[in-house]
């Protein structure tokens, strides 16, 4: 028991020193445990909103319309075999409207959308001749055109496609080909007397979807032109808007692309792995969620409890107050609760307001409890404004993500200067007086 009590009682200062050193990395413990509740919470928000953004229509690709042409490929050994000729048109336009619109279920959210499309454009009777192919090898009442769509559940209104005027019908399904797996059909049958013809379509689609809307620029000459009541966007994808604008309501965006900025031509045989490899388009950004806020606080998370040692330290050196072991475990528990607390507090009323009760019962419950320790109104109210100003700090540095680092630096190195200039006179080699100094 003597031994003990002289432990914890009559302790040398380089002794002292240790114990809080350990408690203080004994809280990476806590703080780890911290850390994967938020990766829970923020596994599960996910597992939810994908759920939700299928049943809306999800991330929507939009591929073509490409026209098909079947046809038969003489094969030595195995007979007669089907392959296509892929077709891009000469003249590719979209313009559209994006509307967008918060879902909720339960604590979780989504950004969703309804898109209303105009796409007009022109194909051109493609010339086979340059693919060394004969016009007897292909399957000219078997063309057709097709139109990729990566969510069939997200159209919301009937296609009526138009050929030279012509409404043509529409096939609810997509033939075997090497390119398009999902989306619509319309046949086309062609004759090779056609020859140099064109053929002009246009159709509108609406379509619903969730976070982005992307297109390939499919055309000889392609031109996209989107707006949207929703200002924060991120343009993705392999080309920027050549025209955007930040308008009062939204967002407006044109983008102007030619066949020789990809790698792919106009028209080829088979299987084309560069078709898809390059796309525009946009995102729909929600402001950053809470769990990535809270994440990025608990990264301080040991930054504050240790300059909280380090000043409740240099108060009990300075002052000659003791401070038992058990007490700075305590503020360091009601530290790492701030996080919980925050975590908790901002799936139901958002990140801002979250961070502000916590961080006033924090700040609160330790400055009372500072009071039971130090005896002194001036010592607890410096801890108070200590504490509020580690707060106000960490909240700064949070919502300027790429000042981060420098705020951070910054800030450790005015908190050094400030504890070698209050230590500047402590003798720390007289390890007896230390001792004489925290048992008074």
Same mark, same amino acid.
């Given at each position: 028991?003597?031994?003990?009590?002289?432990?914890?009682?009559?302790?040398?200062?380089?002794?002292?020193?240790?114990?809080?050193?350990?408690?203080?990395?004994?809280?990476?413990?806590?703080?780890?445990?911290?850390?994967?509740?938020?990766?829970?919470?923020?596994?599960?928000?996910?597992?939810?909103?994908?759920?939700?953004?299928?049943?809306?229509?999800?991330?929507?690709?939009?591929?073509?319309?490409?026209?098909?042409?079947?046809?038969?490929?003489?094969?030595?050994?195995?007979?007669?075999?089907?392959?296509?000729?892929?077709?891009?048109?000469?003249?590719?336009?979209?313009?559209?409207?994006?509307?967008?619109?918060?879902?909720?279920?339960?604590?979780?959210?989504?950004?969703?959308?309804?898109?209303?499309?105009?796409?007009?454009?022109?194909?051109?009777?493609?010339?086979?001749?340059?693919?060394?192919?004969?016009?007897?090898?292909?399957?000219?009442?078997?063309?057709?055109?097709?139109?990729?769509?990566?969510?069939?559940?997200?159209?919301?209104?009937?296609?009526?496609?138009?050929?030279?005027?012509?409404?043509?019908?529409?096939?609810?399904?997509?033939?075997?080909?090497?390119?398009?797996?999902?989306?619509?059909?319309?046949?086309?049958?062609?004759?090779?007397?056609?020859?140099?013809?064109?053929?002009?379509?246009?159709?509108?689609?609406?379509?619903?979807?969730?976070?982005?809307?992307?297109?390939?620029?499919?055309?000889?000459?392609?031109?996209?032109?989107?707006?949207?009541?929703?200002?924060?966007?991120?343009?993705?994808?392999?080309?920027?808007?050549?025209?955007?604008? #930040?308008?009062?309501?939204?967002?407006?965006?044109?983008?102007?692309?030619?066949?020789?900025?990809?790698?792919?031509?106009?028209?080829?045989?088979?299987?084309?792995?560069?078709?898809?490899?390059?796309?525009?388009?946009?995102?729909?950004?929600?402001?950053?969620?809470?769990?990535?806020?809270?994440?990025?606080?608990?990264?301080?998370?040991?930054?504050?409890?240790?300059?909280?040692?380090?000043?409740?330290?240099?108060?009990?050196?300075?002052?000659?107050?003791?401070?038992?072991?058990?007490?700075?475990?305590?503020?360091?528990?009601?530290?790492?609760?701030?996080?919980?607390?925050?975590?908790?507090?901002?799936?139901?009323?958002?990140?801002?307001?979250?961070?502000?009760?916590?961080?006033?019962?924090?700040?609160?419950?330790?400055?009372?409890?500072?009071?039971?320790?130090?005896?002194?109104?001036?010592?607890?109210?410096?801890?108070?404004?200590?504490?509020?100003?580690?707060?106000?700090?960490?909240?700064?540095?949070?919502?300027?993500?790429?000042?981060?680092?420098?705020?951070?630096?910054?800030?450790?190195?005015?908190?050094?200067?400030?504890?070698?200039?209050?230590?500047?006179?402590?003798?720390?080699?007289?390890?007896?007086?230390?001792?004489?100094?925290?048992? #008074?």
């Amino acid at each position: 028991m003597e031994t003990m009590q002289n432990f914890f009682g009559k302790k040398t200062l380089t002794t002292k020193i240790v114990i809080v050193v350990v408690l203080t990395l004994l809280m990476l413990i806590p703080i780890g445990m911290v850390k994967s509740l938020i990766k829970e919470r923020e596994g599960n928000k996910i597992a939810e909103q994908t759920e939700m953004s299928d049943r809306w229509g999800g991330r929507q690709l939009l591929t073509g319309p490409v026209l098909v042409l079947p046809y038969k490929q003489s094969l030595v050994e195995k007979g007669t075999g089907a392959n296509f000729i892929y077709c891009l048109p000469e003249e590719y336009n979209v313009t559209g409207e994006i509307k967008p619109e918060e879902r909720t279920r339960g604590i979780q959210k989504i950004l969703s959308y309804q898109s209303a499309m105009h796409f007009d454009g022109k194909f051109i009777f493609p010339d086979y001749t340059k693919l060394n192919i004969n016009e007897s090898q292909i399957l000219w009442d078997e063309a057709y055109i097709v139109m990729g769509i990566s969510n069939l559940q997200g159209v919301k209104n009937k296609i009526v496609f138009n050929l030279n005027g012509h409404p043509q019908e529409i096939l609810p399904s997509v033939p075997d080909n090497d390119l398009i797996k999902s989306g619509v059909m319309v046949k086309m049958p062609l004759s090779p007397a056609d020859m140099g013809k064109s053929y002009n379509f246009d159709f509108d689609l609406v379509l619903n979807g969730t976070d982005g809307l992307h297109f390939l620029p499919i055309g000889k000459q392609t031109n996209v032109h989107l707006n949207s009541t929703w200002k924060s966007v991120a343009y993705t994808g392999d080309y920027v808007p050549t025209e955007k604008a #930040d308008i009062k309501d939204g967002i407006d965006a044109q983008w102007n692309v030619f066949d020789y900025n990809r790698s792919y031509t106009q028209m080829w045989v088979g299987k084309n792995d560069s078709f898809g490899s390059t796309k525009l388009g946009l995102d729909l950004l929600l402001p950053v969620d809470h769990y990535q806020k809270t994440m990025r606080a608990v990264k301080y998370a040991i930054m504050f409890i240790a300059l909280t040692f380090l000043v409740f330290f240099m108060v009990e050196l300075l002052s000659k107050r003791r401070i038992h072991p058990v007490q700075y475990l305590l503020v360091s528990f009601a530290l790492v609760l701030f996080y919980s607390l925050l975590l908790a507090l901002s799936e139901h009323i958002g990140f801002d307001w979250s961070y502000l009760v916590s961080a006033v019962a924090i700040v609160t419950l330790i400055t009372a409890y500072s009071y039971s320790i130090f005896k002194s109104k001036k010592q607890t109210v410096f801890m108070g404004l200590f504490l509020s100003g580690l707060y106000i700090f960490l909240y700064v540095v949070i919502q300027l993500e790429d000042m981060a680092l420098l705020l951070g630096s910054i800030g450790l190195f005015i908190a050094l200067a400030i504890v070698m200039f209050v230590s500047r006179k402590i003798d720390w080699y007289k390890d007896g007086e230390g001792a004489e100094a925290l048992s #008074d």
